[in-house]
């Protein structure tokens, strides 16, 4: 079992920057693959990036590539976001996820999920 509290979220201009943490508790975080997710009004669920257990490998939706970085610390039992160059159409909830087996992009897979995160870009 694993429990997931995402914060970091809040009001930032276009262009600006902004640092989501997800802590987690439980046994066994370093062997859950994180992911973070995002979810605007009247939207589906969406992929932003995924990170391995190992940290050796990543992967990003096309839309965040180059702007932003997941990583995590299996040491603090979090996994970060790192959102740079942001845009309105970045603003959602965003959300930490957890998967026991191989990284995956689609969010029924996924385990365990946090409460969200607000992250509002204003142009």
């Known amino acids: 079992q694993v429990q997931l509290v995402e914060s970091g979220g809040g009001l930032v201009q276009a262009g600006g920057s902004l640092r989501l943490s997800c802590a987690a508790s439980?046994?066994?975080?370093?062997?859950?693959?994180m992911a973070w997710f995002r979810q605007a009004p009247g939207k589906e669920r969406e992929f932003v990036a995924a990170?391995?257990?190992?940290?050796?490998?990543?992967n990003y939706a096309d839309s965040v590539k180059g702007r932003f970085t997941i990583s995590r610390d299996n040491a603090e039992n979090t996994v970060y976001l790192q959102m740079n160059s942001l845009k309105p159409e970045d603003t959602a909830v965003y959300y930490c996820?957890?998967?026991?087996?191989?990284?995956?992009?689609?969010?029924?897979?996924?385990?365990?999920w946090g409460q969200g995160t607000q992250v509002t870009v204003s142009s």
């Open positions: 439980g046994r066994s975080f370093r062997n859950y693959n």
């Open positions: 996820a957890a998967r026991g087996t191989s990284m995956a992009v689609q969010p029924t897979v996924y385990d365990y």
């Open positions: 990170i391995s257990w190992t940290e050796y490998s990543t």
